[in-house]
T-cell receptor, first 111, second 114 residues
């Protein structure tokens, strides 16, 4: 079993839809949780990061962490065609020795 | 600032050949790392460095060597290329090891080993 599980999709939604992306993990020592966006043939870029449990909002993006369920989510409101990309979750322990990435979910937002 | 740069963008090797993937950053970042990205596997850490002269192994270090003689450069060496090393390689940097909120990735090097 992988330490971080992420549904690879692909996920296709119409413009304006609310998108929900999720990851589960098995290592209870993970404390920092990140979401990266990766456009085709580009390097990942950090979208959001959260510490421990709770929610964090940044514009149309909301990240949620539920440590009791070992489950993290990224919500995208009013999705746009420019949001079409692969979204990677990542998580690490306090000392960043063990950063682990999910396999990525490929999202397409259709106009 | 150019950020994190990687060369070459593409490379094809034959089994047994060696090569060096170059990575440079101009942000005066102490922490640099190398990842490989394979379909269905996500990014996996190969080696990392917390500063000039200091390197350590990540999750999948076998078959790769690194050195860090300057703050700016962090080359990755493939000693004897194998088809299993066909992958996309990303270099990343951040101000420090714990700077989770400011890790920058390079554009990647696509490597094919025949």
């Amino acid at each position: 079993q992988k330490e971080v599980e992420q549904d690879p999709g692909p996920l296709s939604v119409p413009e304006g839809a609310i998108v929900s992306l999720n990851c589960t993990y098995s290592n209870s020592a993970f404390q920092y949780f990140m979401w990266y966006r990766q456009y085709s043939r580009k390097g990942p870029e950090l979208l959001m990061y959260t510490y421990s449990s709770g929610n964090k909002e940044d514009g149309r993006f909301t990240a949620q962490v539920d440590k009791s369920s070992k489950y993290i989510s990224l919500f995208i409101r009013d999705s746009q065609p420019s949001d079409s990309a692969t979204y990677l979750c990542a998580m690490t322990t306090y000392n960043n020795n063990d950063m682990r990435f999910g396999a990525g979910t490929r999202l397409t937002v259709k106009p | 600032n150019a950020g994190v740069t990687q060369t070459p963008k593409f490379q094809v090797l034959k089994t047994g050949q060696s090569m060096t993937l170059q990575c440079a950053q101009d942000m005066n970042h102490e922490y640099m790392s190398w990842y490989r990205q394979d379909p269905g596997m996500g990014l996996r850490l190969i080696h990392y460095s917390v500063g000039a002269g200091i390197t350590d192994q990540g999750e999948v270090p076998n078959g790769y060597n690194v050195s860090r003689s300057t703050t700016e450069d962090f080359p990755l060496r493939l000693l004897s290329a194998a088809p299993s090393q066909t992958s996309v390689y990303f270099c990343a940097s951040s101000y420090s090891r714990s700077s989770y909120n400011e890790q920058f990735f390079g554009p990647g090097t696509r490597l094919t080993v025949l």
